[in-house]
């Protein structure tokens, strides 16, 4: 089946130690985005990447980073995560046409704990 | 700007209940409208959506259908099961040109069903 992959499920990582998280997509989607999902709150949207395009929200922290080197693969670097960054991140995709979005769809999520 | 509102949470019903739970929005254009389930520590998992007024979105005996002129897209069950029992989002895509990729979120209601 078609689908979104997040590894690892879980990551524990120490305070201000370089975490990187990944994404990898077998929908051959244009589209994938970068979600924080903090306890009991919605996703809230980090970057996206149309195609190679990289698409930065203007609230984002420096702190957070984003590469894609190919269609199927996106990953999230966090380069000194603090313990506000513990939270569940989440990977979607979707497909553009000519500026009309198709739905999102998301993968399992990753959780992240800081210590 | 763009925003969904969604009835307050928590909700708690026996097994076989009849479920509803609110959403209006407030969005330019014509947007796409979308219900998300999030079962505990998985991902957002699309259960239905709708793209115009009028329609109607199902799956798993889930309904809701766009009411353009109540600005609504309320979710409804007839009967609902334990393994109902996770957080539901709606959510909306601004189809109002390229670049609108943000997916809006209302606040999540979680919803537990008892037997």
């Known amino acids: ?115 | 700007g763009n925003s969904v509102t969604q009835m307050e949470g928590p909700v708690t019903l026996s097994e076989e209940a009849f479920l509803t739970i609110n959403c209006t929005y407030t969005a330019t254009g014509y947007p796409s409208l979308f219900w998300y389930v999030q079962y505990p520590g998985e991902g957002l998992q699309l259960l239905l959506k709708a793209t115009k007024a009028d329609d109607k979105g199902s799956n798993k005996g889930f309904e809701a259908t766009y009411r353009k002129e109540t600005t609504s897209f309320h979710l409804e069950k007839g009967s609902v099961q334990v393994s109902d029992s996770a957080v539901y989002f709606c959510a909306l895509s601004d189809n109002s040109g390229a670049g609108s990729y943000q997916l809006t979120f209302g606040k999540g209601t979680k919803l537990s069903v008892i037997p």
């Not at chain 1, 203007?58 to 590469?67: E, L, V, Y």
């Open chain 1, 1 to 115: 089946d078609a689908m979104v992959i997040q590894n690892p499920r879980y990551q524990v990582t120490q305070f201000g130690k370089p975490v990187t998280l990944s994404c990898s997509q077998t929908l051959n989607h244009n589209v994938m985005y970068w979600y924080q999902q903090k306890s009991s709150q919605a996703p809230k949207l980090l970057f996206h990447y149309y195609d190679k395009d990289f698409n930065n929200e203007a609230d984002t922290p420096d702190n957070f980073q984003s590469r894609r080197p190919n269609t199927s693969f996106c990953f999230l670097d966090i380069r000194s995560p603090g313990l506000g960054d513990a939270a569940m991140y989440l990977c979607a995709t979707s497909r553009d046409l000519g500026g009309r979005q198709e739905t999102q769809y998301f993968g399992p999520g990753t959780r992240l704990l800081v210590l």
